[in-house]
């Protein structure tokens, strides 16, 4: 068969992981998808470095408009990342009738609703598996792997930099701060850390992954996003002494009331595997009504893992391309025309349990006071620890695990309970699920 | 477009599965696929049971050969089990330029090789993603999320039975005979444990995963097997000691001599994930060249989760059914005509690392002894216990992990262990895997 042309825009982290795969996998790659697949055209403004990977038989140009625009190019394959230059290459591609597989989340998740509508009008494909948590086939899981389920919930660690910062954190009783340092001297997290410990790339990932779990269009600003910076070492270590490891987590979940999408911190069960996901290792559990819990572990980021993905799309995209466009996978798991407007719940209605920490003065009825609040909102208390004071200071650490309770109750409680003479400061709250 | 019509072969436990899925989950399996999938033709001794599941506009046989005949079914589902008449059926079924879908693991380890070939002529499909790990889609992670990847191994917890023996005998100090009573008795192993514990089983899912993973023929036959059953409660605690959890994996590693392909119980560092895989679930965990470590982990067997495989293969193959036939995913990941016969190691040529046991006399010299004939072999000793004897007897346990060996210089050096005066009975020992 006549061997597929690929232009690639890029040659950053996952464009040289990409290019450097596909040449040194191309005999196994051949001998899977029935056909070659090279790398015709490239968008860099580094031509030595096309060279230094291997691409001697490629075409090289500086003006990415070139390999959108060129005939020969059977699919083209982002990896400028961004949103803005990317997202119109890509329209221009599908203008043209070419495939794309991209690895960027933020592009997909702002706008991917336009450009799955574009693409689907000129019968072309859009493959983004490189997107959400890296080397890890899980948009093919949910999207093909658990088609017979009506997914009930998923719960990811899609963020690497966020992930080894907590997991530092847990084994080293480290601060935030500290091993943020650390992070962004071992390249690890960026200079401006916001996208990762903020949550914002997780909520890209999030939305992405709750869409296809559920038939909706992709709704990223209704994603609540709140990221790990203010989580202490102490949490941490309380957290463990009640038998929990606090991770960033992604949440989508499927209620009677709407669809919960939320990245936040949470108290994880210690002997629930993704609880035991450490490093800049990624994963993410999904609950089906007929499965149950599955999950999909691996490496979150780093030039092959992400060129694993964007190949493996590159191979998918080679097999459908003599497929009646209307049997492929849709982009997002359901026919388009079967999307459903199903509404995101705001944060406050969402129910789960929390993690509470405060200082309060050691003196009888703190607690009856603290107690008597919470129960007023039917907010039963689970779990109690109290720490002695530190040898200069007279405040206790109380720590408590509630039952489930509408998050709306909680802030109310909260307040009041910040209002009493006896809590020094604000009151610390994370949430916890039990994935089960 | 047309409903897709599925004849289904048996009502077992799977098979309700099968159909109970299908018809809860008709409409979110719908909105996926893009056509109504229903249950057309079904062959069961039982039709009060198809009335019982919701089965009222099937029609019904008690004649097997009636649906695989039928020209109105478009898709064969065989969840009969066994491997003589459902082969038959099968052959019959690709005759008749139908696809196939199966859960019957057996069969395809054992003659999918003619199977596929006789698929492949007709230009039908044949589908068995249920037949690995249950409700896991590993086979399609391996086949198409990994496609950009040379594999270099993989290891798996593929029988729940087993596991569910193993987390007993580990987090209850209990024996395997014991355990293995409770899980006759619960159902989770049958009557004549032997497929299970024997590692049988597994094999038959090992040599699946491992020609998917390198491109060889299925070769059963080669794939060495060892069970469960004379693993003790003290090789248990032990492994525990040494920081290492007992698991029975199916492992395929490429090396530069050949393909190892064995199953059998196997000592794991308890820091890795899947050494905390428990109870009946599944785990198989992937090692790619580009990708690195990936992980896939759920339940193993059980109605819905098989018959979420078994659907998710239904849909697939409706997906693929307007496509090229020679740009489907090939049955065994390859191209046929790409297939190699790589050599499958014989299990003296691979190389572990080993845990020993034995009882030795506890005098001067013995240990002495014992690490000389080791030493001759090259064999390192990296981790030692010696255990006090129990009250009435004189013997002490020797416990050691040794560096990798290749298995026939073990075998040598235990032989001639055995001979030693001061050891009574034979060495137990049980091979060591880093997975790293």
């Known amino acids: 068969m006549e061997p597929v042309r690929v232009g690639l825009l890029g040659l950053g982290t996952v464009g040289q992981g990409t290019a450097t795969v596909l040449l040194r996998n191309a005999e196994e790659i051949t001998r ?15 031509a030595a470095k096309a060279k230094a990977l291997g691409l001697t038989a490629a075409r090289l140009t500086d003006n990415a408009w070139d ?6 190019v059977d699919m083209v394959v982002e990896l400028f990342g961004g949103d803005t230059l990317a997202k119109e290459l890509l329209v221009k591609a599908i203008a043209n009738g070419k495939h794309v597989v991209t690895a960027n989340k933020a592009l997909i998740a702002l706008h991917g609703n336009e450009i799955f509508a574009a693409a689907e009008a000129k019968g072309v494909m859009v493959a983004f598996e ?10 093919k899981a949910l999207r093909e792997g658990l088609s017979a389920n009506r997914i009930e919930w998923l719960a990811g660690i899609i963020n690497g930099t966020g992930n080894f910062i907590l997991t530092e954190m847990l084994q080293k009783s480290r601060d935030f701060a500290d091993v943020l340092a650390e992070a962004q001297a071992l390249g690890y997290a960026e200079a401006d850390p916001t ?24 709704q990223f600003k209704q994603t609540y996003t709140e990221g790990i910076s203010r989580i202490t070492a102490e949490d941490v270590a309380y957290a463990g002494e009640l038998g929990y490891n606090i991770k960033h987590l992604g949440l989508a979940r499927r209620t009677a009331k709407g669809i919960e999408q939320r990245v936040h911190p949470t108290l994880i069960p210690q002997r629930c595997l993704i609880a035991n996901v450490h490093g800049v290792m990624n994963a993410v559990q999904v609950q089906g009504d007929a499965v149950g819990p599955t999950l999909y572990y691996g490496p979150g980021a780093g030039a092959e893992p992400t060129a694993s993905a964007v190949i493996a799309d590159i191979v ?14 849709p982009h997002l798991a359901f026919q388009p025309s079967k999307l459903t407007n199903t509404q995101v719940l705001p944060i406050e209605e969402v129910e ?23 129960g007023e909102r039917d907010i039963s208390i689970e779990a109690f620890l109290q720490k002695e004071p530190a040898k200069d200071e007279s405040d206790v650490d109380i720590i408590m695990l509630t039952q489930r309770v509408r998050e709306g109750n909680m802030n109310e409680a909260i307040g009041q309970i910040e209002q009493l003479a006896a809590v020094a400061g604000e009151v610390t709250r994370i949430r916890v699920e039990a994935l089960a």
């Open 195 to 218: 996208f990762d410990v903020e949550g914002i790339d997780a909520a890209h990932k999030l939305t992405i992954l709750s869409s296809i779990a559920y038939g909706t269009p992709l």
């Open 32 to 46: 899977r998808a029935g056909r070659d697949i090279y790398v015709d055209f490239v968008a860099t403004r580094d």
């Open 352 to 374: 789960t349990a929390f993690y509470l920490r405060m200082k309060v003065a050691d003196r009888p009825g703190v607690l009856a006071d603290i107690t008597r609040i919470l």
């Open 67 to 72: 390999v959108v625009d060129d005939p020969a």
């Open 130 to 139: 490189a997107g959400v948590a890296g080397g890890i086939p899980v948009i």
């Open 316 to 329: 998918d995209v080679v097999r459908a391309m003599t497929a009646d466009p209307n049997n492929r996978v």
